[in-house]
């Protein structure tokens, strides 16, 4: 099975993971599928009662069938014990890392664990961080270790940060673009043993292995923003921004990923990272200029939709808006920081009625009045605004939306509506990306008036 199709890693061993989220799942089930034995340390009684019935608390495709694989197989098993440390060489340290108010992190879920693990350690031992932390906090992390390892047991802290993105984390994990190891050179080799030899790993430093996930996530979200803002510039000159930002990321220098208009970045990652670097930036006096209008931008295109919406159907109090899409991506059950969630909110305090349908997300407010089926949840809208791009609303009818609907307004806010055929079946879409080609706007003429004068 899964040994056949990959490569397996430098070295085979004993390793627990602490924590069963996103990050600690898919890092146990790719290490086990490597060849390692793994030990999956989870504390919350109802996740791991979840996991020892053969469930997974998240969804991510694939993960659960090579979970199921690798636990008949023997190598990858769950507990609540912290003490199932005992006898690994490295434990990697997948715990949450939520932001606080200020932008900081939270790491008392991070130090609890460090501390575990060292207490429990009964050899020398490599304690690598995967969680999103800033930096310098692997040498605090190596002080909570220090301080609670028994004397005879070296605990070495290493920095591993992970790359994954939801509903593709497990194809991220096996096919990496490059892995980070920032550490003590002795820890640093035990930690790159871990991976492939034929897998790009990068050796670095503690403190430059945390920082290069943060920059990575922060320079993504302001990709994201550039393209929210050269989207709207296009409305405003009726110039086509997919073709605009197409032969922008044409050139390799820029690249076209991430280079896209939407609603804005969401998501447990890119937000708390992009805060996370900016806080950083306070901390030794520096403002992050570019980073802070990343995140400016992010809440303007998000306010953007409710104008679009406004701006189809008049006055919001009383009206009846359609959400269709609620995670905050395509291929992932997670509303966390979906801009859906802004919208909704902000469609709420001006008075308007809120109906969705969202194919797989997660709960969300109870007050939302939710359906399976798109139709049903347009049924009597006055506008419908896409927010998500599944498939399964690329591919609406229009005919039946708009015979659904009360209004005729469809505000596609991630580029999946064929404009054409659905201005064709009477309904207005207002996207994002493109104003009207004709449309005429004074700019225009200033090159001309510089020639005439």
Same mark, same amino acid.
């Given at each position: ?42 504390? !919350? ?12 608390? #998240? ?7 090579? =979970? ?9 098993? $769950? ?36 501390? /575990? ?45 992970? $790359? ?36 790009? #790993? ?27 803002? #050269? ?33 804005? $970045? ?7 990272? &992009?805060?996370?670097? #900016? ?5 030794? /006096? ?39 899409? &609620?995670? $905050? ?12 969630? !802004?919208?909704?909110?902000? &469609? ?11 194919? &797989? ?55 999946? =509506? !064929? ?9 207005? =879409? ?24």
């Amino acid at each position: 099975m899964y040994e056949s199709e990959l490569p397996q890693a430098a070295r085979a061993s004993e390793l627990c993971v602490i924590g069963a989220g996103y990050v600690g799942l898919t890092s146990a089930a790719g290490l086990a599928a490597l060849g390692h034995r793994v030990r999956v340390v989870e504390a !919350d009684p109802e996740r791991l009662a979840t996991l020892e019935r053969g469930e997974l608390p #998240i969804f991510e495709p694939g993960l659960s069938e090579l =979970v199921s694989d690798l636990r008949a197989a023997g190598r990858l098993s $769950f507990t609540g014990a912290i003490s199932a440390v005992a006898g690994a060489s490295v434990a990697l340290l997948c715990v949450g890392t939520p932001p606080r108010t200020d932008g900081d992190p939270d790491l008392r879920q991070l130090a609890e664990a460090a501390a /575990g693990v060292a207490r429990n350690a009964t050899g020398d031992l490599v304690a690598v961080v995967k969680s999103t932390v800033p930096p310098g906090t692997c040498d605090a992390i190596q002080l909570i270790c220090d301080a609670h390892a028994p004397d005879a047991v070296r605990v070495t802290v290493a920095s591993n940060p992970e $790359f994954l993105r939801e509903s593709r984390a497990l194809e991220d994990f096996m096919n990496p673009d490059r892995v980070v190891v920032g550490g003590p050179a002795p820890a640093a080799r035990r930690v790159r043993d871990l991976y492939p030899r034929e897998w790009r #790993i990068l050796v670095t430093d503690r403190r430059s292995a945390e920082l290069i996930k943060y920059a990575s996530n922060t320079f993504l979200a302001i990709k994201i923003s550039y393209a929210n803002e #050269i989207a709207a510039l296009c409305e405003h000159l009726g110039a086509d921004a997919g073709a605009v930002l197409e032969g922008t990321g044409l050139d390799p220098r820029v690249g076209s990923q991430f280079l896209r208009p939407g609603p804005g $970045f969401g998501g447990s990652c890119l937000g708390k990272d &992009l805060s996370g670097l #900016i806080a950083v930036a306070d901390a030794v /006096g520096l403002e992050a200029r570019v980073a802070r209008a990343a995140r400016e931008v992010n809440g303007w295109a998000r306010a953007r939709v409710v104008e679009k919406l406004e701006r189809a159907v008049g006055d919001l109090d009383g009206a009846r808006i359609a959400i269709l899409g &609620l995670a $905050f991506k395509p291929g992932t059950d997670d509303v966390r920081d979906s801009p859906a969630l !802004d919208v909704i909110a902000a &469609l709420a305090q001006r008075g308007a009625r809120v109906t969705a349908s969202d194919p &797989l997300a997660g709960a969300v407010d109870p007050a939302i009045e939710r359906f399976d089926d798109p139709y049903e949840a347009a049924s009597g809208a006055d506008a419908v605004a896409v927010l998500t791009a599944w498939p399964q609303f690329a591919a609406l009818d229009p005919i039946a939306l708009g015979s659904a609907m009360r209004g005729d307004a469809v505000v596609d806010a991630v580029g999946v =509506v !064929d404009a054409g055929r659905f201005q064709a079946a009477g309904l207005e =879409v207002l996207g994002i990306d493109r104003g009207t080609p004709g449309a005429f706007h004074p700019v225009i003429l200033r090159p001309l008036e510089w020639t005439l004068a």
